[in-house]
T-cell receptor, first 112, second 115 residues
Framework: GQQLNQSPQSMFIQEGEDVSMNCTSS?????WLWYKQDPGEGPVLLIA?????ELTSNGRLTAQFGITRKDSFLNISASIPSDVGIYFC????????????FGTGTLLAVQP | GAVVSQHPSRVICKSGTSVKIECRSL??????MFWYRQFPKQSLMLMAT?????????EQGVEKDKFLINHASLTLSTLTVTSAHPEDSSFYIC???????????FGAGTRLSVL
């Protein structure tokens, strides 16, 4: 199935550092979503973006919906050990089905 | 707290048996639920879209006779893996769409191991 290109694939950082990851697509999306998945759990929604150019924050997390509607980025500031996990972007074209297309994921490891 | 409940969280079965996984939306009605499959270190791959009161829509390459989906009410969808084989071992995750938002909320997943 289709997947979005997400980078980097993995990141190993020190506690307190800022993190940035991004997602690109060859298709236009109406909605971009960012999820975090802990091992053995389902994804948890972090941020939802609905409009091109939109910049939204959720605590230490900030995400933007690219102007072209084909990309999005997620920033995490002042990382802490509990930020560890896999982060997925997901694009939604809208319409009747509301199907999500997921990115390939970014594994984040935070060294205390 | 969780808004989508998935059960069981883990199941081990013998090859050839069938396994049913339940997905419930806890505090909202979901006309649409989705079933995903995730292999280790990979992303979520959509298997099918479950529509309340109608047949599920399967993604290309997913066998509808092997992965039976029933969405009998606005809060419950079930996935039955029929005649399971070791290659069906995977992490199965459901999601439910909150009406009016289009946002998918995910269950905690079911780890299926077929011996």
């Amino acid at each position: 199935g289709q997947q979005l290109n997400q980078s980097p694939q993995s990141m190993f950082i020190q506690e307190g550092e800022d993190v940035s990851m991004n997602c690109t697509s060859s298709s236009i999306f109406n909605t971009w979503l960012w999820y975090k998945q802990d091992p053995g759990e389902g994804p948890v929604l972090l941020i939802a973006l609905y409009k091109a150019g939109e910049l939204t924050s959720n605590g230490r997390l900030t995400a933007q919906f690219g102007i072209t509607r084909k990309d999005s980025f997620l920033n995490i500031s002042a990382s802490i050990p509990s930020d560890v996990g896999i982060y997925f972007c997901a694009g939604q074209s809208g319409g009747a089905t509301n199907k999500l297309i997921f990115g390939t994921g970014t594994l984040l490891a935070v060294q205390p | 707290g969780a808004v989508v409940s998935q059960h069981p969280s883990r199941v081990i079965c013998k090859s050839g048996t069938s396994v049913k996984i339940e997905c419930r939306s806890l505090d909202f009605q979901a006309t649409t639920m989705f079933w995903y499959r995730q292999f280790p270190k990979q992303s979520l791959m959509l298997m099918a879209t479950s529509n309340e009161g109608s047949k599920a829509t399967y993604e290309q390459g997913v066998e509808k006779d092997k992965f039976l989906i029933n969405h009998a009410s606005l809060t419950l969808s079930t996935l039955t893996v029929t005649s399971a084989h070791p290659e069906d071992s995977s992490f199965y995750i459901c999601s439910a769409t909150r009406q009016g938002t289009g946002i998918q909320y995910f269950g905690a997943g079911t780890r299926l191991s077929v011996l």
